[in-house]
């Protein structure tokens, strides 16, 4: 009995089944209404989920409002929560990203205390990650990075060697499917499974 690829498996052995708790990219259209935010969200705790993080911006139509979320949890949890959340009154469409292709990113601002000599090393670690330079006073350096998660992880971590963190601005998941496919027209091209 084992996870195979953070999935679930099954045993001939065993007549349960062992599923390993998977990162989620979850993306909403939502009616851009007051509290429509808050009933979402509010359906994640009443359910004991920690939302990792959370992405809310507007779409070209104004009553409608894209939220991309990150979440924890084993696929049958996860399509089980989304089913309920595809109830909400508010909820235009939603999508399960990880479930297909798809590209996801995050935009990072850090901000370093540097010391003697830390401002070459910072413009070193920016050039290595392509990064754009916003400040680069002697003292103190401010760096914007967009990238995949692991790179932005990987990004601040190496900044952190170089001076000190003081500040550090993440702005959460962002995601799209690959392909023809859209958010408004998923549910037409694949069932609602999470």
């Not at 993440?170 to 958010?183: M, N, Q």
């Given at each position: 009995?084992?996870?195979?690829?953070?999935?679930?498996?099954?045993?001939?052995?065993?007549?349960?089944?062992?599923?390993?708790?998977?990162?989620?990219?979850?993306?909403?259209?939502?009616?851009?209404?007051?509290?429509?935010?808050?009933?979402?969200?509010?359906?994640?705790?009443?359910?004991?989920?920690?939302?990792?993080?959370?992405?809310?911006?507007?779409?070209?139509?104004?009553?409608?409002?894209?939220?991309?979320?990150?979440?924890?949890?084993?696929?049958?949890?996860?399509?089980?929560?989304?089913?309920?959340?595809?109830?909400?009154?508010?909820?235009?469409?939603?999508?399960?990203?990880?479930?297909?292709?798809?590209?996801?990113?995050?935009?990072?601002?850090?901000?370093?205390?540097?010391?003697?000599?830390?401002?070459?090393?910072?413009?070193?670690?920016?050039?290595?990650?392509?990064?754009?330079?916003?400040?680069?006073?002697?003292?103190?350096?401010?760096?914007?990075?967009?990238g995949r998660i692991a790179e932005?992880?990987?990004?601040?971590?190496?900044?952190?060697?170089?001076?000190?963190?003081?500040?550090?601005?993440?702005?959460?998941?962002?995601?799209?499917?690959?392909?023809?496919?859209?958010?408004?027209?998923?549910?037409?091209?694949?069932?609602?499974?999470?």
């Open positions: 009995m084992r996870a195979i690829g953070g999935r679930c498996s099954f045993s001939r052995f065993y007549l349960y089944e062992v599923c390993e708790a998977m990162r989620h990219a979850i993306s909403v259209l939502l009616q851009n209404e007051v509290g429509a935010l808050t009933r979402m969200t509010g359906m994640f705790s009443s359910r004991g989920y920690n939302i990792e993080s959370l992405n809310v911006a507007p779409t070209n139509d104004l009553a409608v409002s894209r939220v991309t979320l990150v979440v924890t949890g084993s696929d049958a949890a996860i399509a089980q929560l989304n089913a309920q959340l595809a109830k909400l009154v508010d909820v235009v469409n939603i999508h399960d990203m990880t479930l297909g292709d798809h590209f996801e990113r995050e935009l990072a601002i850090i901000k370093l205390k540097l010391g003697a000599g830390g401002l070459a090393r910072a413009m070193t670690l920016a050039k290595k990650f392509s990064a754009e330079v916003l400040d680069d006073d002697q003292f103190s350096c401010t760096l914007q990075l967009t932005i992880d990987e990004f601040v971590n190496d900044a952190a060697d170089i001076g000190e963190l003081s500040a550090v601005a993440r702005s959460g998941s962002v995601a799209v499917s690959k392909g023809e496919v859209t958010l408004s027209s998923y549910d037409r091209y694949h069932r609602l499974s999470g």
